[in-house]
């Protein structure tokens, strides 16, 4: 409908700067983030340099449009995972297993994408500020499973630093609130007192989870999709897998 309500030259530079997206991701593709070249995408796109200024002012203008894209894209695709997932009955522990393969599934997919996200740093290149909490987004879905774990001793230090970020930083405080709102409400959970004040153990067991799913995430598919399986006998997937569970085995999810 918004679209549709568009004026013509309205719909004209959105359709350039999504061309103009497609071109670059083209060459994230073919050479990685450093091989992002804005003159080669105006020569392919048959436009002057100064003109591709008129849709994005630079190349880390054009950079940030497209991690935003990826992050919102990522974030979808897990939604999409958790709200599957969430039906019937199965458990939280196979619920985990469904949202670690969704993440796979999208960086497998769009691998360019996913090592714009997780890949080497940029030389020169900062992120906006924004893309935390779209980042942020993509690991939600994490949250309220961690929150009915009972976590055991190997990660008992990793909550107890958890616990310390939520007292800290309202923000924290505030991303586990939007996840899992059950975890963050003193009365329907055990209370913890961290360096900045109470937070309930649920919401430090959310975010703790949440974290080490993130590293267990990052690390297994950011070489699967760099091709460092390459040779071997196992599928990502399956290694993934095992993390998991030794992931759910540490929280004690059922």
């Known amino acids: 409908m918004e679209r549709a309500q568009q004026g013509p030259r ?88 469904d949202l670690a393969e969704a993440y796979r599934a999208w960086a497998v997919a769009e691998p360019h994408r996913y090592l714009l996200l997780q890949g080497a740093p940029i030389p020169g290149y900062v992120a906006p500020p924004d893309t935390l909490e779209r980042a942020r987004a993509v690991l939600g879905p994490f949250l309220p499973l961690f929150a009915t774990g009972n976590p055991g001793p190997a990660v008992a230090a990793t909550v107890d630093e958890m616990t310390a970020w939520l007292t800290a930083e309202e923000s924290v405080r505030a991303w586990v609130a939007q996840y899992a709102p059950e975890a963050a409400e003193p009365a329907e959970a055990a209370e913890v007192t961290g360096a900045g004040g109470a937070v309930t153990a649920a919401a430090a067991h959310a975010l703790a989870g949440a974290v080490l799913a993130w590293a267990q995430l990052h690390g297994s598919v950011s070489l699967e999709v760099a091709g460092q399986f390459a040779g071997m006998a196992h599928r990502g997937g399956t290694l993934l897998g095992a993390q998991m569970e030794l992931l759910a085995d540490a929280f004690g999810l059922e």
């Open 10 to 97: 309205a719909r004209y530079r959105e359709q350039t700067r999504a061309e103009i997206k497609d071109l670059a991701l083209r060459q994230l593709a073919e050479g990685g983030g450093t091989a992002l070249a804005l003159t080669r995408v105006a020569k392919e796109m048959g436009l002057s340099g100064p003109a591709l200024y008129r849709y994005f002012t630079g190349r880390d203008d054009l950079l940030n449009a497209l991690i935003r894209d990826a992050y919102d894209d990522a974030a979808a695709a897990m939604a999409r995972a958790a709200a599957r997932s969430a039906k019937g009955s199965r458990g939280v522990r196979a619920r985990l297993h």
